[in-house]
């Protein structure tokens, strides 16, 4: 029996910690590459793309961006994250889809594993702050 007022509906499950650490980690793996990339300087806002065969949850790695962030110089800073959708190129057609479900053309019906999009975690661009500026 839960305790009142309790229940179980969105209680943490091996899963939700589990895929909630694995952004964490990418989100600070992305601090670190844009870091590099701008030498200490403040950044405003990191773009990044995601794509939907990454194994990447956008809505977790924007709630990971806070805790990555945090005592760096993108503290305060945005992440905007781009859905990259699942493309593949079907050879009968000779065109790249995007399939509705698994890697099936929908206009042929033909199975393709020739993906082209997709996959992608890329940072995309970095804006950094005037110098002026202070984190929100």
């Known amino acids: 029996v839960a305790p ?4 179980t509906v969105g209680a943490p499950t091996v899963e939700r910690v589990e895929r909630a650490v694995h952004e964490v980690s990418i989100a600070q793996a992305i601090v670190a ?5 701008v030498g200490g300087e403040r950044v405003q806002r990191v773009d990044v793309s995601v794509g939907a065969l990454s194994g990447v949850a956008a809505h977790a790695l924007e709630f990971a961006w806070e805790v990555a962030t945090a ?8 992440l905007v994250v781009e859905s990259v959708p699942t493309t593949v190129f079907c050879p009968t057609c000779g065109k790249v ?5 698994g890697f099936v053309c929908p206009g042929c019906g033909e199975l393709s594993g020739d993906v082209r999009s ?8 970095a804006r950094l702050r005037d110098p002026g500026e202070t984190s929100s």
Do not use: C, K
């Open 97 to 101: 889809v995007e399939p509705p479900v």
């Open 118 to 125: 997709g996959l992608e975690l890329e940072v995309r661009s």
């Open 33 to 37: 590459a844009v870091s590099d990339a």
């Open 71 to 78: 005592n760096t110089a993108m503290a305060g800073s945005v």
């Open 4 to 7: 009142r007022g309790r229940g």
